[in-house]
């Protein structure tokens, strides 16, 4: 799970990441020596120093860190929280570890239920759209997962069947990685040819095939602009 350190600032166009900073890196904060711009210009490499380190003036234990060019790095104010037990910037190693464990803990129980929807918390009915997995991925020896397929429970069923995949080698079907495009006449296509399916799988890309711009030559629709120039010319008559 991400960290986020307690004092990091938010960032900004105007305060971006300078040499002389802080950033919180690792559970550590580090000051930051050098930016540097990298042969591939999309990138830049940054050469930290241990805050809190005896050697610090020697620059011994510096660290170099290769990142891309808009990388968001947490920036820390000089005034910032560190955990008096292990000296780690707040929230330290410890307690993100018991909150990790605790939300993994919250994250099993809600897929303990036999017939019992993990995203919605309600009874999955026959006669509901629903999708089910036999192996219970998150909630080990926990029963069969079933999930609603309606747009409030569709993302966790998404996210399920991804992680699900990983571990079973199963096919996904509720999504895909392809490019999906609206067309005029209300069908969609995916340029991903194994899509399982263009019209229902959730998409991370899509357009809309604007055949006003850039023509679209499936025949519905060319009919479509057809249609539409005819009544247009049809007004201006
Ligand atoms: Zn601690
Ligand atoms: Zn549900
Ligand atoms: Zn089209
Ligand atoms: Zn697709």
């Keep these: 799970m991400k960290w986020y350190p307690l004092d990091s600032i938010r960032y900004g166009h105007r305060d971006k990441l300078a040499e002389g900073g802080l950033v919180a890196y690792d559970f550590k904060a580090w000051r930051v020596i050098e930016i540097r711009p990298m042969d591939d210009e999309s990138r830049i490499s940054v050469r930290l120093r241990p805050v809190a380190d005896d050697w610090t003036a020697l620059g011994r234990n510096d ?15 000089e005034h910032y929280s560190v955990c008096v037990k292990c000296g780690d910037i707040q929230p330290c190693r410890e307690v993100t570890a018991e909150r990790d464990a605790a939300e ?12 019992r929807c993990p995203a919605c918390l309600e009874t999955v009915t026959p006669r509901q759209k629903q999708i089910s997995f036999q192996e219970n991925v998150v909630a080990i020896l926990g029963p069969m997962v079933t999930f609603h397929l309606r747009s409030k429970c569709q993302g966790w069923a998404v996210d399920y069947e991804k992680k699900w995949a990983k571990v079973t080698g199963g096919k996904i079907t509720l999504s895909c990685e392809g490019h999906q495009i609206g067309h005029h006449d209300g069908t969609r296509t995916c340029l991903n040819i194994e899509c399982p399916s263009p019209s229902e799988a959730t998409h991370g890309r899509y357009s809309a095939c604007w055949v006003m711009n850039a023509a679209c030559n499936r025949p519905e629709c060319m009919a479509v602009i057809d249609e539409y120039l005819t009544k247009r010319e049809a007004k201006h008559a």
């Excluded at 990388?71 to 104010?77: A, K, S, Y």
């Excluded at 993994?104 to 017939?115: H, I, K, N, S």
Aim: hydrophobic share 40%.
């Design 63 to 77: 660290i170099h860190l290769s990142a891309g060019k808009y990388h968001q790095f947490d920036r820390l104010p």
């Design 104 to 115: 993994a803990m919250e994250r099993a129980e809600r897929y303990d239920v036999f017939l």
